[in-house]
């Protein structure tokens, strides 16, 4: 069964500092997706990023990107440049076709202080 | 585009009446719809998949007769909590996938109190 981890159950950033999110999961598949949603107090869940595993180079968005390392099974979040704006709960999820469906890591509760 | 709404946002209601939660999405065709229980502070656990037209799968552990899903259309999935008690109070969330893609499209939520 996929199983997706994120070890880090609350983090902390300074604003305008950079912090990264882990995350690592376990598949037998090759062909998957990988994303970082982001829900805020609000509770409205919003992709952050994704990133298909067939692709070698990382996913970017701005101010966020991502490691991915396949033959590691990991997939961290770095968000440059932190704003207050960022804080909120961050999720890893996994996606294959066959599975039908997105497996969600435990999150990662993220805090920036101004 | 790709917006997904959910109603009621906040709901209450007394211990052994049935809530009706509506999700639609309002500018594609999901064939796919899947609901979702969140506990304060804790990740989205997947209850039930529903494809149009067709009978909804659950998720081990959830039961079929309190959390009734109907897909009867392409833009629109009910969950019905059904002799709701104080347990099944919860935020629910569902989402849509469109057809022939992975990626789903998330709705805002509803709070569930039941008293």
């Known amino acids: 069964a996929q199983t997706v981890t994120q070890s880090q159950p609350e983090m902390s950033v300074q604003e305008a500092e950079t912090v990264t999110l882990s995350c690592t999961y376990d598949t037998s598949e090759s062909d998957y997706y990988l994303f970082w949603y982001k829900q805020p107090p609000s509770r409205q869940m919003i992709l952050v990023i994704r990133?298909?595993?067939?692709?070698?180079q990382n996913a970017t968005e701005n101010r966020f990107s991502v490691n991915f390392q396949k033959a590691a099974k990991s997939f961290s979040l770095k968000i440059s440049d932190s704003q207050l704006g960022d804080a909120a709960m961050y999720f890893c999820a996994y996606y294959y076709n066959a599975g039908n469906m997105l497996t969600f890591g435990g999150g990662t509760r993220l805090m920036v202080k101004p | 585009g790709a917006v997904v709404s959910q109603h009621p946002s906040w709901v209450i209601c007394k211990s052994g009446t049935s809530v009706k939660i509506e999700c639609r999405s309002l500018d594609f065709q999901a064939t796919t719809m899947f609901w979702y229980r969140q506990f304060p502070k804790q990740s989205l656990m997947l209850m039930a998949t529903s494809n149009e037209g067709s009978k909804a799968t659950y998720e081990q552990g959830v039961e079929k007769d309190k959390f009734l899903i109907n897909h009867a259309s392409l833009t629109l999935s009910t969950l019905t909590v059904t002799s709701a008690h104080p347990e099944d109070s919860s935020f629910y969330i569902c989402?849509?996938?469109?057809?022939?893609?992975?990626?789903?499209?998330f709705g805002p939520g509803t709070r569930l109190t039941v008293t």
């Open positions: 990133q298909e595993a067939y692709k070698q």
């Open positions: 989402s849509a996938r469109v057809l022939l893609s992975y990626e789903q499209y």
